[in-house]
């Protein structure tokens, strides 16, 4: 799939990617650090969600400060954006940004988290979603279907024990884009 077929099929990915990306030269190229910028920038700030900013719960997704957190998001929703195809805009935004956003609600009930960042609780979303639509379609059976989505698993799931990482975010993100392809597969 070229990148030229995301800018003309997959709209949402697309405007996700963008936005990103303008966020991520906002937080770069601002007068003060780079926290504060992504605070600036929508970023889980949990004293400014005590405050009454709960849209944070979803513009979090919007905001990276690393480099390679920002690439490795962007290559992971590139790599996942075949499910916007094959869901549809409107299914494929409901469980991204939902999944970001459930990510946000559980990283805020069930962690002592003062601040994060990051699309990861929904590409977790999009994930389990797969995960969901590949094993009601016996995608499994075929070994290089399992072999690769292991190898992600694997991969991401390891993520989660490095310092810093927000994994009930990860983890509210994929219960509900589980509980979304789940929907998906009964309508």
Not at 144 to 162: D, Q
Not at 164 to 182: D, E, L, P, S, Y
Request: some cysteine; overall charge neutral.
């Amino acid at each position: 799939m070229s990148y030229f077929y995301v800018l003309k099929y997959r709209p949402v990915t697309l405007i996700v990617m963008v936005i990103c990306v303008v966020n991520f030269i906002r937080i770069h190229s601002g007068g003060y650090n780079e926290n504060d910028n992504a605070v600036q920038c929508g970023a889980f700030f949990r004293s400014s969600i005590e405050c009454g900013q709960w849209y944070r719960f979803l513009t979090t997704g919007f905001v990276h400060i690393q480099v390679w957190h920002f690439l490795m998001n962007m290559v992971a929703l590139y790599n996942l954006s075949w499910l916007e195809g094959y869901l549809g805009e409107v299914w494929f935004t409901v469980i991204l940004l939902g999944s970001v956003i459930a990510g946000s609600a559980v990283q805020y009930k069930w962690s002592n988290t003062f601040f994060s960042v990051g699309l990861s609780g929904g590409l977790y979303g999009l994930m389990a979603a797969e995960f969901v639509l590949f094993l009601a379609m016996g995608m499994f059976s075929s070994g290089a279907y399992l072999s690769s989505f292991l190898r992600t698993l694997v991969l991401n799931l390891l993520i989660n024990f490095m310092p810093g990482i927000a994994w009930q975010a990860h983890a509210g993100g994929a219960v509900f884009g589980a509980v979304m392809g789940i929907l998906i597969l009964l309508i």
